[in-house]
């Protein structure tokens, strides 16, 4: 490595990610490079194996109670000693070049302050592939159109250490996205690299689309992220933590969704009324038959 002092540290917040974790470290030691680097990994209250894990593969570990990915991610590039902090998820892998074109993009324009780039799921359903297409390609149009990413993730952000003000370790989910991008902004130009993905696990999306869609993102997300920025506190808590990739539990989900829209949309014709007077009469039947069918498919 060519260079005297740290040019990145990547830091990585675990919790319990001991399945996923060895393609990860494997991935970034694999790195074709001139830059040196550091990896650091975020013991988030693990009772598996990831930190020794992460020290097998000569990652630096710190450790950081509280719980929650903001927390953890604060603690890990607190900790760390590089010119350009890289975030990343310990369930995501990256081509071998990845680290290198975040490097010599910041080496042709001195003026980045950050850089992100989109993610990509690794074995995913035809849904969460085209999100991720619309989402990370709409956000590329913003960038063309207005100079700034409309969206960055957390799996594939790379910013300066000293434009870095801290993450809002007061909210969940979504600070260390939304918030660290409304703060970098304001700072300097932040890019955006339409072909430098990571690669992540699909697992997030084992309940289906609609729980992705409402649950996942609209409530524990956007909500989540904006309640408790205003309040200042956690009034959403957080997500339930995504570990084991549960098929069934993925099908079930799609058979409630759309037999809850078959009762809502037949229902009418069954009782022969029309749609809005169907709704008004028979609300409360409606939202039992619904729960019932909820109850009994989940």
Known sequence: ????????????????????????????????????????????????????????????????????????????????????????????????????????????????????????????????????????????LFYQLFDRPLYLTATNIAFKKDAWEGYDINVNQGGDELGLLHQLKNKGKVGFKFRNPTYTSARRLHKGMFYSIFVSFLYYYLAGYYINTKFKKQIIGHAPAYREIKKKTNLRYRFAAITSLAVLLMGPFYLNKPVNNFVHDNASDFVGLVKRISKTLL
């Open 1 to 140: 490595m060519e260079d005297k002092r740290v040019r990145f540290s990547v830091v990585i917040p675990c919790y319990n990610e001991e399945r996923l974790l060895p393609k990860t470290l494997e991935s970034l030691r694999s790195q074709n490079t001139k830059a040196s680097y550091e990896i650091i990994v975020v013991d988030n209250n693990c009772t598996d194996q990831s930190a020794k894990i992460a020290k097998q593969y000569n990652a630096r570990v710190v450790t950081e109670s509280i719980p929650g990915v903001c927390a953890a991610r604060q603690k890990g590039t607190e900790q760390a000693k590089g010119e350009i902090i890289v975030s990343t998820d310990a369930d995501t892998s990256f081509s071998s070049n990845w680290l290198d074109t975040i490097d010599q993009t910041f080496k042709k324009n001195k003026k980045l302050v950050a850089l992100g780039g989109p993610c990509r799921y690794i074995d995913g359903p035809w849904w969460g592939n085209t999100y991720t297409y619309i989402l990370f390609g709409l956000s590329f």
